[in-house]
């Protein structure tokens, strides 16, 4: 590639007619994935300034408009999982060259168990972006837990009140994610919001809901349980914990999972639903010792038929920060792994643009937390390139 920039340089006119040609090739597949970091910059540091401590779970998301937004828990006194929150938003309608400043679209106010992050969906018929999140999870001197809806309908700018989904689905303690939900695009059930997420310490396991009437109502899907259920776990228990949902082009969801206790590898669970969410059979849980893991949230993504994962790869630490591609659906993964941070690095999400605009097919963007001594001390956004930045 180089030697063909190169050249290109020098023969004028008839370098950008060869560019042309190859770029059509780029977009029909064909061309060799070769992911490159075209550009990156930090969406939140924390580290004390106004009201937030430590910004954490970062979720990245397309709109049907074509724009992207960046979701963020704002911690406010301290790093730790438990206390109160807002979440932060920021928004780009330039394909992620400049973002919107920081607002605060939900406050918990000053709840010790308040809200976690938190699933982003996309409606694109309704052209509506929702996003859910659960209140006291923990039930630390709160209770029920209630999983809970904001939804915006002008492209993010403005936000719904937030509506209680427990009142259809229940009380149980369910985080959903982090990351995002999908839209079937592809039959059984086209059209059906399906989002995961997991339970507490004991009644943990994935969990999916889903709704077939745009997010109107929502019901109780697939239970992919821990063992022992409801019981507190040892080292090496079967635990599935957070997770990313991605469709497949078969309409197959394959749900990417935190191996919470390090059964049988230190390395990701694989769960694959063959009915639209319903159902998250054991017969099709696999373990990918491939996707070395040292048990956090990580990235999944499906474009134009690749399979994209992001996570610390690592089988201890949260460092290393490192994006693979698949061309058979998971069932391997190509050698050549692009590093994106080798440092600290914990939690990461993709998305990318679905117009029919050409360039739309060479991105990806992934938002991760980054640090040099540790990983919360800031959300990046990196904007990646397919095809070698051509
Ligand atoms: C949500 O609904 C459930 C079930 O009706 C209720 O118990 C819970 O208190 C509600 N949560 C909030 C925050 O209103
Ligand atoms: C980073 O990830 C790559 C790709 O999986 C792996 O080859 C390398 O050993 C990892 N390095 C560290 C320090 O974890």
Known sequence: MVAFVAAMGTTGRCGILLFTLLAQFCCAHSWKIDPLILNEQLLWIGGGAGEVHTYRIPLITFTPRGSLLAFAEARKSSSVDMQAKFIALRRSTDRGLTWSPTSFIVDDGSLVDGLNLGSVIVDEERKSVMLIYSLCFYHYHCSPSSTMLIESLDDGLSWSAPRNLSVQLGVKSFIPGPGFGIQKRYNPAKGRLVACGHGTISGDGVFCIFSDNHGRTWKNGAALKSIPYNQPKQSQDFNPDESQPVEMEDGTIVVNIRNQMKYHCNCRIIARSLDGGESLPMEEVTFDKTLVDPVVAAGALQKEGVLYFTNPANSEHRVNLTLRWSLTNGKSWQEEAVQIWAGPSGYSSMTSLKSDYPEDKKY???????????????????????????
Request: glycine content about 12%.
């Open 364 to 390: 990806i963007y992934v938002i991760y937390e980054k640090g040099h001594k540790d990983y919360c001390e800031t959300i990046s956004f990196a904007k990646i390139h397919l095809y070698g930045g051509l």
